[in-house]
């Protein structure tokens, strides 16, 4: 007999990706928000505000997305 299988064992886990954004470094473009308006916004001078600190499985291809656009260099994923 072969041993029982959990439910989702063949369901790749991913492992957290987190945002990081150097406020001090952002130029205020806000590529990251049309890009990804869903992990950033902007504040009243423009600067990038993560609005998460752990990107979803369903949004680290536009926090990718929005990291390789950003013209400053701003933004990181950790973990990815």
Do not use: K, N, Y
Not at 1 to 16: K, T
Not at 29 to 49: K, L, R, S, Y
Not at 63 to 68: L, N
Request: glycine share 8%; hydrophobic share 50%.
């Amino acid at each position: 007999a072969r041993p029982a299988l959990v439910a989702g064992h063949l369901v790749r886990q991913e492992a957290p990706v987190e945002i990081t954004a150097a406020r001090d470094v952002c130029v205020g473009a806000g590529m990251c928000v049309i890009t990804a308006p869903e992990i950033f916004d902007q504040d009243d001078e423009g600067i990038v505000v993560p609005l998460v600190e752990v990107v979803g499985p369903d949004d680290v291809e536009a926090a990718r997305h929005a990291v390789a656009l950003c013209p400053s260099s701003a933004l990181r994923l950790l973990g990815d």
